[in-house]
């Protein structure tokens, strides 16, 4: 079981919900779980790393990418959907808010050539790995 967790504790993510995007109380009287899963796969092949996230619900304007050494951090907001009609909730386990995942990466990337796209619930990060610098010896000349 604690190998388990240890699995996905990476995965799992704080969802903030937001004052503009909460849930009519009347409708639901909970704004949802404040912590959900977001999947993911890192793949490193020679020359890039892969990075793949399930993300259901989103729209591609919602993410925000950035590079920051050898760690990717992924942040958005998922905003929920009014149902209309009548009827009410019984079930309610998809998380909504602001969210941010971090994921350490294996090499150093040039973060200028990251290219990302989201299709069909799943983004995908593609992170060309930088150079690497063989090692050279330095020959020291005297004057």
Not at 41 to 67: N, T
Not at 125 to 136: D, Q
Request: glycine residues 6%; proline residues 5%.
């Amino acid at each position: 079981m604690k190998a388990i967790k240890e699995l996905v504790s990476n995965a799992i993510t704080r969802f903030k919900p937001q004052a503009a995007h909460r849930f009519d109380a009347a409708r639901l009287p909970e704004a949802g779980p404040a912590w959900g899963l977001l999947a993911g796969d890192v793949v490193e092949d020679a020359d890039r790393i892969h990075v793949r996230l399930e993300v259901p619900g989103m729209e591609s304007k919602d993410f925000d990418i950035r590079v920051e050494g050898r760690r990717l951090a992924v942040s958005g907001e998922k905003r929920s959907t009014t149902r209309s009609g009548s009827g009410s909730y019984r079930m309610l386990e998809c998380a909504y808010g602001t969210f941010e995942r971090t994921i350490d990466l294996p090499a150093a990337v040039h973060a200028d050539k990251v290219k990302a796209v989201y299709r069909q619930g799943v983004l995908h990060i593609e992170l060309p790995k930088a150079e690497r610098s063989e090692p050279r010896r330095i020959e020291v000349k005297v004057h």
